[in-house]
């Protein structure tokens, strides 16, 4: 699709108001903490709606997102303790484009 043309490239994170480079995040349960403490949650959630609109302005069928994010990832994400420990469970960005039907893949399933 890349080499079609036909991928648009977008960060949630980004399109959420955080910055590049950013702290560390992971979920811990309904929330989204970096690893210096901060709740960006709400960044999280903006992104992914952000993300939802695009993907569906553009009518994508297909979502290549970034494997374990607390974002981007699909089926498997950190625990939310910033030891490296993986849990099962998807991105604020991942399940939300699920929920509306639009199928996500991560670089590792590629």
Not at 25 to 40: N, W
Not at 61 to 89: F, N, Q, R, W
Request: charge should be negative; charged fraction near 20%.
């Amino acid at each position: 699709m890349v080499d079609q043309g036909r991928a648009i490239p977008v960060c949630p994170e980004q399109l959420g108001g955080l910055t590049t480079p950013r702290a560390p995040a992971e979920q811990i349960g309904d929330k989204v903490i970096t690893i210096d403490g901060r709740d960006v949650t709400a960044e999280f959630k903006l992104g992914a709606q952000r993300t939802l609109l695009i993907a569906q302005q553009v009518g994508a069928e297909l979502a290549i997102m970034k494997a374990t994010s607390p974002s981007c990832g699909k089926g498997i994400v950190y625990d939310g303790t910033h030891s490296g420990t993986l849990i099962e469970g998807d991105g604020e960005t991942a399940e939300l484009l699920l929920q509306h039907g639009i199928p996500v893949l991560t670089e590792e399933e590629i």
